[in-house]
């Protein structure tokens, strides 16, 4: 069975501090795609990335940035500069290409604090 | 920009009460999800949806919950009756297609309190 763990329920940093969340799934697959997406206080939870397991690359999107490391099976996240804006909790999810659906599994979520 | 819809946004009822959530995904996205959150948690997949056809509502309680896509655009989804556990953030997703590739577009979601 598929699982996502956000071992961070909470983080408090302070503007510009770089501030990195970690993920750890598990999963009998070997073909899945794993995603981040940021839930604002309005509720909506917003697409922020998705890479397959093929493709351990890391990526950056201007102050966001994610290392995936199939050897720990682990896909974190780092705000690099934090800003008061990036206030949210932030989810992992993964989602599995061998099974009928394409549910994704979340983790619990890291709720992020900004302060000025 | 297209945006997922949902309706109500807030939802009070008493348990035992039936209740009802509408869902209207972005134009032309045949796959539509329901995911339930409650209060510090992840979501949770309830029903997934291929057109009008259910492709996964293993996690749905069927007892109380059903939910429908008739013509394959808009949902709904019921529980009846309702129950204090019930209370959750419902969300509504909807991808352009079925498969793990595509990245799934959220609703905002309706927040049910069930008293």
């Not at chain 2, 946004?9 to 134009?27: G, H, L, M, N």
Request: hydrophobic content about 30%.
């Amino acid at each position: 069975a598929q699982k996502v763990t956000q071992a961070q329920t909470e983080i408090s940093v302070v503007e510009k501090e770089d501030v990195t969340l970690d993920c750890v799934y598990e999963t009998r697959d070997t073909t899945y795609y794993l995603f981040w997406y940021k839930q604002p206080p309005s509720g909506e939870l917003v697409f922020l990335i998705r890479r397959n397991s093929f493709d351990e690359q890391n990526e950056i999107s201007g102050r966001y940035s994610w290392n995936f490391q199939k050897s720990t099976s682990s896909f974190n996240f780092t705000i690099t500069a934090s800003q008061v804006v990036d206030s949210a909790v932030y989810f992992c999810a993964l989602s599995e290409a061998g099974t009928s659906g394409s549910r994704l599994t979340f983790g619990e979520g890291t709720q992020l604090t900004v302060n000025p | 920009e297209a945006e997922v819809a949902q309706s109500p946004r807030y939802k009070i009822t008493e348990k035992s009460q039936a209740v009802a959530f509408w869902c209207d995904p972005i134009s032309g996205h045949a796959t539509l999800y329901w995911y339930r959150q409650i209060l510090g948690q992840g979501p949770e997949l309830l029903v997934q949806f291929q057109d009008e056809s259910v492709v996964d509502d293993s996690q749905l309680p069927k007892d109380r919950f059903s939910a429908e896509r008739l013509k394959g655009v808009d949902s709904t989804l019921k529980i009846q009756p309702a129950e204090l556990g019930d209370s959750a953030m419902y969300l509504c997703a909807s991808s352009s297609t079925s498969g793990s590739f595509y990245e799934q577009y959220f609703g905002p979601g309706t927040r049910l309190t069930v008293t």
